[in-house]
């Protein structure tokens, strides 16, 4: 009987291939029944990144499963729940360095809720994150300042924002370094060019890229699971499926405007404690929105959070 720890390095629904990182030397896992029924909450309770216990009657690469028996507490995680009026939540990744959301303004057109909601998930769980504008070279011309604008939204909310193209080339050296090292996850939904910019990070790498559907200009999935990659420069980089939706979990709405730490920032100039920042009189976040120091488009997707609180409830 050998035992050990090792990370889940990819999750096809059944099976798992572990490593124990930082070496990379994959071997299959199955999960035992009763830590599958250990968390009612997600629909996956071991997501890619996750360190667990396993145990095994051979050696670990000799093809022959493993059995994973426990999962060590995360530093973090990032979580979405179905966009759909179920409870049910889907871990995306654990133990992650920084995340990298990636969108693009245009093919296929930005969703600003899907954003936010997705910074939000990260500030409440403890994830760096960082936003991958990717695909500028197909817009800068033609729309250099719709560009100009996102940036003074969210390079003025505190977030870094790098500006890359996955066909030119163009910032994948920065975006290259700050993988480095790292254990990164690339998530966005589906179309905006994350399998892209992981091969362009690393050639070497070959995660399925997929086209935009004319009809629509939305993307196709092509990325089917989350998978871990090996980065030449050092360090792990996750491809994900694009997402479709993404709801926020387990976040009272007293809680939701401490996430946008541009709202958090002035919003100690509210008169009223607590203030939800929609109807109180003398609202420094609202006068923020007013006075452009805030965005409306980041204050509507708050709107939007508090709406998305009441139907679950």
Request: net charge neutral; with cysteine.
């Amino acid at each position: 009987m050998m035992e050990g720890i090792a990370t889940v390095v990819k999750n096809t629904g059944s099976l798992y291939l572990l490593s124990a990182l930082p070496e990379w030397n994959l071997f299959p896992a199955l999960l035992r029944g009763r830590v599958r029924l250990r968390d009612n909450d997600a629909t996956n309770p071991v997501a890619v990144g996750d360190r667990v216990r396993f145990e095994t009657d051979g050696e670990a690469a000799s093809g022959h499963p493993a059995s994973i028996t426990g999962i060590e507490p995360r530093s973090n995680y990032v979580i979405r729940r179905s966009t759909n009026l179920s409870r049910q939540a889907h871990v995306i990744a654990a133990n992650l360095d920084e995340a990298f959301v990636t969108v693009s303004l245009y093919f296929p057109e930005i969703k600003f809720p899907f954003l936010d909601r997705f910074l939000v998930t990260c500030e409440v769980y403890g994830v760096p994150v960082s936003i991958v504008l990717n695909k500028v070279d197909m817009y800068r011309d033609v729309d250099s300042a719709g560009i100009d604008a996102f940036n003074r939204i969210y390079r003025g909310a505190g977030y870094r924002v790098l500006e890359t193209s996955a066909r030119t080339g163009e910032g994948v050296d920065e975006l290259r370094e700050a993988c480095r090292g790292k254990i990164c996850l690339f998530a966005g939904e589906s179309g905006v060019g994350k399998s892209s910019l992981v091969k362009a990070v690393d050639p070497l790498l070959s995660p399925k890229v997929g086209q935009i559907s004319g009809a629509h200009l939305q993307g196709r999935h092509t990325t089917s699971y989350y998978e871990m990659y090996p980065l030449s420069c050092g360090g792990f980089a996750i491809d994900s499926p694009g997402l479709r939706g993404f709801g926020l979990v387990d976040l009272e709405k007293e809680e939701i405007s401490k996430y946008f730490p541009e709202m958090l920032r002035v919003s100690q100039g509210c008169r009223f404690t607590p203030c939800t920042h929609t109807h109180e009189p003398l609202c420094a976040v609202r006068k923020a929105v007013e006075s452009g120091e805030i965005s409306a488009e980041r204050y509507n997707s708050y709107l939007g959070m508090l709406e998305e609180d009441r139907k679950f409830r």
